[in-house]
């Protein structure tokens, strides 16, 4: 199920919201030159580290892996990115995006229990 071109989509489309909410975090929660530097460099780096930290064969990701890493710990960071994501709606007082954000992740992980399985057996 995990590879449904609908899931794919829907898995795109929480990459880019969970970098917006890093990014939109930063600009509300502070101000000045900071506000600038954290709404720009959180979202960069939060898509360096998704896109460079692979597991090989992965089918999401064409295959490719700039960085091999385990399956458990892509798990691990997938977790992180989309948790700190949807804390950062929580914190900055877009509680109702919070929580459409967080069920709409929740609900792609358990659809794709196939990638989960095959993640912790890499």
């Given amino acids: 199920m995990s590879q449904n071109p609908i899931n794919l989509g829907v898995r795109f ?3 880019l ?5 890093l990014g939109f975090w930063g600009w509300t929660q502070h101000t000045g030159v900071l506000r600038y530097l954290l709404a720009i460099v959180l979202p960069l780096f939060a898509a360096f ?3 460079t930290f692979r597991v090989p064969a992965d089918a999401s990701a064409n295959g490719k892996a700039p960085i091999p890493i385990a399956g458990w710990l892509r798990l691990l960071l997938e977790a992180a990115l989309f948790s700190f994501g949807t804390w950062c709606l929580f ?3 877009a509680e109702t995006a919070g929580w459409v954000f967080g069920g709409i992740s929740l609900i792609h992980y358990i659809v794709s229990y ?3 399985l095959w993640l912790l057996k890499q």
Avoid: F, P, T, V
């Fill in 49 to 51: 580290m998704w896109g």
């Fill in 13 to 15: 489309l929480l990459e």
């Fill in 91 to 93: 914190s900055s007082g």
């Fill in 114 to 116: 196939d990638r989960i």
């Fill in 17 to 21: 919201a969970a970098l917006a909410a």
